[in-house]
């Protein structure tokens, strides 16, 4: 272009670049609190930043750990967050039933990993039959999926005993039955010589979603392309990290929580994996992230029924579909 000066086409290259993605260093930036310590339940995350794949996507995300002290949830709804991972369902009808204008945009687990533990040979053999007997759990728990179990197996509050958070107390009576996750307290009691008797919530028909990925009515009205993009980067990073080299995100989360182990790390995986927590059911055929209206409901109403919920709330307001059941990663399962 003769008398265009070499500056102003440079200019207008480096403008035509801007508005192209992805490309290095005009990746949007991207805060996403988990819902606690780096653990192989967030593997999937911690592959797509460690493997680069929120990078391809053109996302610079600064992953933010959960833990005892840390409302994620808070933080989504006083907008420090442009994402938040739930824990299960509860999260995001409580914020309905608050009028807090935050929805699901995505559910990395089709079962939630909570469970039941009871020792071996005492007749503590099934979910029916421990109606009745002493079950120690977490406040949380109380108004979380022991509503559940009440709904469907009749338990009542008067079987409930304080949990610790410690197994100690489990150990010592094998009468005990506790509450715990599947990836973590059933090792911690297998490493003292008791292989528990092990009941998942999720395969006993409770419906809770769990690892949600939240963000805000106004991120998914306003950046739609970037919560796709979000979604799409998560889930290829639970595939890769399920069914190819998880050693990326594992070195990741050693380092961002020196307390995990590798034993710890293979347990999970494998119970992860061996108990269908992120591939299983819808995601046969909508892949992983997936989420089902009919499950919403169901989860509802039985939550409604005890009381937790006004059965006139419209739980529709909890989550969208709009960013998930797109087959996203299917082909990259081996």
Known sequence: MPGRPRSLIAALT?????????????????NFGTDWKAEAEHGGFYEALAAGIYE????????????????????LAAGRLDFNEAPNSFISLNF???????????????????V???????????????????????????????????????????QI???TFNVAPFLVDKNAVQQGYLTSEPLLIEQQGVKPVVFLMADAGYTSYGSIIQTSRKMIAERPDLVQRFVDASIEGWYSYLYGDPAPANALIKKDNPEMTDELLAYAMAKIKERGIVDSGDTEKSGVGAMDDRRWQDFFEVMASQGLYP???????????????KRAGIALKK
Request: net charge positive; aromatic share 10%.
């Open 14 to 30: 480096l403008i035509g670049a801007a508005l192209a993605w992805p490309c290095a260093g005009l990746a949007e930036t991207v």
């Open 56 to 75: 391809k996507h053109g996302i610079a995300v600064t992953l933010r750990q959960g833990g005892p002290q840390v409302n994620h949830a808070e933080l």
């Open 161 to 163: 005993r304080p949990y």
């Open 116 to 158: 039941l533990i009871a020792h071996p040979g005492v007749g503590n053999d099934s979910l029916a039959a421990l109606k009745g007997k002493p079950v120690m759990i977490g406040a949380d728990t109380r108004v979380g999926w022991w509503l559940f179990l009440k709904a469907k197996f009749g338990y009542t509050d008067d």
């Open 311 to 325: 059965k006139t709330m419209d739980y529709r307001q909890a989550y969208t579909l709009q960013f998930v059941n």
């Open 96 to 114: 309905v039933n608050a009028d807090i204008p935050m929805q699901a945009v995505a559910a990395m687990f089709q079962k939630d990993p909570s």
